[in-house]
Structure formats: structure tokens, C-alpha cells
Nanobody
Framework: VQLQASGGGLVQPGGSLRLSCAASGRSFSRNVMAWFRQGPGKEREFVAAFRLGDSSPKHADSVKGRFTLSRDKAKDTAYLQMNSLKPEDTAVYFC????????????????????WGQGTLVTVSS
């Protein structure tokens, strides 16, 4: 079982990036897929999560209106479109998938996820 994250890089403030997280080895189509990030000297924090069947993904307040998580069920891939990037968005971004169905209140908790990608670095700097 693997989650392969990609799409990170160096971008100027105000720019955009699109991260991808491709799952292989088993289907996550019924599970929750999420993104977390860990900035320099900071703890890992929730960014966004999408539980299929919900009307829309959930986003952290710090990225709401700028980042959008989407899922392609057929490709078993999750995407994180990041617009209007700020220097404080600099972090290693990790995709994660749950082992099964999780309740709404647990979606922002990293311990709810049993599968993790390797992380992709996003640097926002001029």
C-alpha cells in the first residue's frame, strides 16, 4: 500500500501549486483522504480532508478560500490546489488516507489516518 505525493516546489508569494497524491496497492475510494503539513519548527497540522459522500471537503481556517482539495475516485488520487500562497504556507505537505470510515470530528486528527505518503516540500519565497 502506497501513497505517492508530488507537485511541491519553490513558488513566489501569491503563486499557485497543485499537489497530487496517488494511491496504489488498494483502493481508498471509500475512505477519507487528507492533507497535513509540517512547517519548520512546527507540529504537523491539518490542511484539508475529503470523505466521499460528503457534499464538500473540509479545510483548515488558515487555508480556506485559497486551497481546495479534490478527489478523482476513478484514479484513486487526491489533489490539493493551492492558490494565493503565502510564506507561512512553507512546509512539507503529507497526504494521508484512513483505514476505514471516520467520523467528522476525527477528520482533523492525524492519528485517524493509517496510511501516509512521503511528503513533498512546498517553499513560498521571493
Amino acid at each position: 500500500v502506497q501513497l505517492q505525493a508530488s507537485g511541491g516546489g519553490l513558488v513566489q508569494p501569491g503563486g499557485s501549486l497543485r499537489l497530487s497524491c496517488a494511491a496504489s496497492g488498494r483502493s481508498f475510494s471509500r475512505n477519507v483522504m487528507a492533507w497535513f503539513r509540517q512547517g519548520p519548527g512546527k507540529e504537523r497540522e491539518f490542511v484539508a480532508a475529503f470523505r466521499l459522500g460528503d457534499s464538500s471537503p473540509k479545510h483548515a481556517d488558515s487555508v480556506k478560500g485559497r486551497f481546495t482539495l479534490s478527489r478523482d475516485k476513478a484514479k484513486d488520487t487526491a489533489y490539493l490546489q493551492m492558490n494565493s500562497l503565502k510564506p507561512e504556507d512553507t512546509a512539507v505537505y503529507f497526504c494521508a488516507a484512513s483505514a476505514g470510515w471516520i467520523i467528522l470530528s476525527a477528520m482533523r486528527d492525524s492519528t485517524s489516518y493509517g496510511y501516509w505518503g512521503q511528503g513533498t516540500l512546498v517553499t513560498v519565497s521571493s
